[in-house]
T-cell receptor, first 118, second 116 residues
Framework: AQKVTQAQTEISVVEKEDVTLDCVYETRDTTYYLFWYKQPPSGELVFLIRRNSFDEQNEISGRYSWNFQKSTSSFNFTITASQVVDSAVYFCALSVSRIAGNNRKLIWGLGTSLAVNP | GAGVSQTPSNKVTEKGKYVELRCDPISGHTALYWYRQSLGQGPEFLIYFQGTGAADDSGLPNDRFFAVRPEGSVSTLKIQRTERGDSAVYLC??????????????FGPGTRLLVL
């Protein structure tokens, strides 16, 4: 079975602080993809990053960085110098590749609500 | 715009009524997905279309829920005999082809359904 755990329900920081959102996943598949999405108060899910199971390189995009470690089944997300506009719910999700069948659904964590205060 | 659009943005109905929710995917995307999100939860998969056919409908909760995509573009999620427990945000997503390596799904703004 597949599962995604985001242990942090809510995080509150002050602007300019760095913050790390944790994501731990479970799957027996060897080929899979991990995603992070942002859901601001407007409600629309915004794609942030996709990472496949064969690429453990960390990635940086502006103030955002991601740390993928297969040894601990984690795919953590760090926001550097947080801003008020970063306030949102952040979801980590998992999708597995199946040779047979057409299973393309995303398995989601419960999300972490980040509040960045001025 | 060029993103996924959903209508209506909000729908209020009475228990027992029938509702239809519409999704217009990104132009050219052949894969379309429906999810349901309750307050404080992550999205819950309902159904996935590849072209006109439902490739995976394992997430539909019961036979009151049905979805179609007759021309391989716009999709309609239909809920019969609505119940209060159906109240949620219904999200639609699309991806370019759904084939081969897994693709990023791009989401619409959702339809907020409230069943009184």
């Amino acid at each position: 079975a597949q599962k995604v755990t985001q242990a942090q329900t809510e995080i509150s920081v002050v602007e300019k602080e760095d913050v790390t959102l944790d994501c731990v996943y479970e799957t027996r598949d060897t080929t899979y993809y991990l995603f992070w999405y942002k859901q601001p108060p407007s409600g629309e899910l915004v794609f942030l990053i996709r990472r496949n199971s064969f690429d453990e390189q960390n990635e940086i995009s502006g103030r955002y960085s991601w740390n993928f470690q297969k040894s601990t089944s984690s795919f953590n997300f760090t926001i550097t110098a947080s801003q008020v506009v970063d306030s949102a719910v952040y979801f980590c999700a998992l999708s597995v590749s199946r040779i047979a069948g057409n299973n393309r659904k995303l398995i989601w964590g419960l999300g972490t609500s980040l509040a960045v205060n001025p | 715009g060029a993103g996924v659009s959903q209508t209506p943005s909000n729908k209020v109905t009475e228990k027992g009524k029938y509702v239809e929710l519409r999704c217009d995917p990104i132009s050219g995307h052949t894969a379309l997905y429906w999810y349901r999100q309750s307050l404080g939860q992550g999205p819950e998969f309902l159904i996935y279309f590849q072209g006109t056919g439902a490739a995976d409908d394992s997430g539909l909760p019961n036979d009151r829920f049905f979805a179609v995509r007759p021309e391989g573009s716009v999709s309609t999620l239909k809920i019969q005999r609505t119940e209060r427990g159906d109240s949620a945000v219904y999200l639609c997503a699309s991806s370019p082809s759904g084939q081969g390596s897994l693709e990023t799904q791009y989401f619409g703004p959702g339809t907020r359904l409230l069943v009184l």
